[in-house]
């Protein structure tokens, strides 16, 4: 069980890491790795659970899926990143101020 203490920990570790590189960096590919460890985070989370409830496979599952939703929004959030650095020359959220057709 002290092990398992320790894994929380760690998964909480890396969300408060997460937010704190979502709110700091201002490149918009250290927002999507920010983003990254979030869903980490969560995954170490629901695999701990899964193992504090032992013969159940919820967590294993759902982490599976989680694993699954972040790699659809890095090769999705990575496009967008290259398509709009491609036209306004830039990586920086703050300087994106106008959409166009």
């Not at 700091?24 to 969560?42: P, Q, W, Y």
């Amino acid at each position: 069980m002290q092990n398992l203490d320790h894994m929380l920990y760690l998964g909480a570790f890396l969300f408060a890491v997460g937010i704190a590189v979502i709110v700091v960096k201002r490149n918009a590919i250290m927002v999507l790795l920010g983003l990254e460890l979030l869903l980490n985070a969560s995954n170490v989370n629901l695999v701990v659970f899964n193992r504090i409830h032992a013969g159940r496979i919820d967590g294993q599952m759902f982490s599976l899926f989680v694993i699954i939703v972040a790699v659809c929004e890095a090769a999705v959030g990575l496009a967008i990143v290259l398509r709009v650095y491609q036209y306004y020359k830039t990586s920086v959220p703050d300087e994106v101020s106008e959409l166009k057709d």
